[in-house]
């Protein structure tokens, strides 16, 4: 969507020259300790995987971001790739996938929505990092986002929200903020700040 290519670009793009792909061979412990494990997680249609690609695109492991569409024939995308995922246009199971930043490995964990495969979801949350959290900025908090919320406050993961969908009608921002802030009693910190929603957004 447009604040995921918007935000994307302000975070990675501006040092996407410096990117790049290690092939040398080093210790164990080197590798462990270059490497970082980033979930990104969130109520179903929050826009997951179109996160990871611009991700991946951005990072350089990928030369076009395959558009995640309502009809089953326009969809291709990295992380999406079982063919029932492709039919439903939603991720069903964890996938895994990486690039080489700076001195890096990021290995970014693309993990389903919906509540009924949450248990794939608990499991790479048990091998992150830390996660980004996409939230619906249309809806909010919702069910499933609520769970996991509760998921990284348990294993005390640093959590990074994204609002996304802010080209459409939408909550302000500060809406946002204060849900999250009362009822999970966390601090926020804005790090960018929006312009208006729908077809005033910028």
């Known amino acids: 969507s447009s604040s ?8 990675l793009h501006a040092t996407d020259s410096s990117s790049t792909t290690t092939t040398s061979f080093q210790a164990p ?13 969130s109520h179903p249609d929050s826009g997951k995987t179109t996160m990871t690609e611009k991700l991946l695109l951005y ?5 076009q ?9 326009q969809r291709s995308t ?3 790739f079982m063919e029932m995922e492709k039919e439903r246009g939603i991720s069903i199971s964890s996938t895994v996938m990486n690039f080489d930043y700076q001195t890096k490995r990021i290995n970014i964990l693309d993990t389903p929505g919906h509540q009924d495969f949450s248990e794939d979801t608990y499991r790479a949350l048990a091998a992150a990092d830390n996660a980004i959290m996409l939230l619906d900025a249309a809806k909010g908090l919702e069910p499933q986002t609520r769970k996991l919320f509760e998921v990284c406050r348990m294993r005390n993961l640093p959590l990074f929200t994204f609002v996304n969908k802010m080209d459409r009608p939408a909550l302000s ?3 946002i903020m ?4 009362e009822e999970f009693e966390l601090e926020t910190h804005p790090i960018l700040w ?3 929603d729908g077809d005033l957004f910028k």
């Open 4 to 11: 995921i290519q918007r935000t994307s670009s302000c975070i």
């Open 29 to 41: 412990s080197q590798e462990i300790n270059r490497r970082r494990n980033l979930a990104i997680i």
């Open 59 to 63: 990072g350089g492991a990928i030369q």
């Open 65 to 73: 971001a395959g558009a995640v569409r309502q009809k089953a024939q």
């Open 78 to 80: 990295q992380s999406d």
């Open 173 to 175: 921002p500060y809406q």
């Open 178 to 181: 204060d849900q999250i802030q």
């Open 194 to 196: 929006p312009i208006g």
